[in-house]
């Protein structure tokens, strides 16, 4: 294998070892967002697989002498000029440089969304931490040590018992 297709199936090879597929498939959290997961997943293996497979081919040499016996040698002499007059042309790649930066943008955008979902999840983690401390000392707890923690709600229960209003 050489040339252009040998640089494919390598820069392939490389971004599949690269790739943390267990990793992000962690940071996944809904069952929609798995399955497009799983989708993306298999949709890239299966290029991979072409790539290996179709790019990293040599085509078999062409046997002229056996053809030279059965049709004759002009013909077949012919026909070999005119094969090995062909030039495939190389592959100029126009469409990364169009997306690359479009590409780059959304990385910043996915750290930054990262980053957002770390402190919410944070803030979460505290939140949960003081429900579940609430839920065992809500048996022993007064109402003061309550609004102690949460003095909005007195100032609240306060004004309406100040101004007569009791929710009817």
Known sequence: MSGPSKKVVDVAFKASR??????????LVSDEARKEFATLRRAFNEVNSQLETKFSLEPEPIDWEYYRKGIGSRLVDMYKQEYESI?????????????????????????????????????????IAEVQELKKKIST?????????????KKKFDDEIRNDYWGY
């Open 87 to 127: 030039q495939i042309p190389k592959y100029e790649d126009k469409v990364t440089p169009e997306y690359r930066p479009k590409f780059d943008q959304l990385l910043v955008e996915l750290k930054e969304a990262e980053q957002q979902s770390l402190k919410e999840s944070e803030r979460l983690d505290k939140e």
């Open 18 to 27: 690269t790739i943390d597929w267990d990793g992000m498939a962690k940071l």
């Open 141 to 153: 707890m007064t109402a003061d040590e309550y609004f102690e923690k949460h003095p909005e709600l």
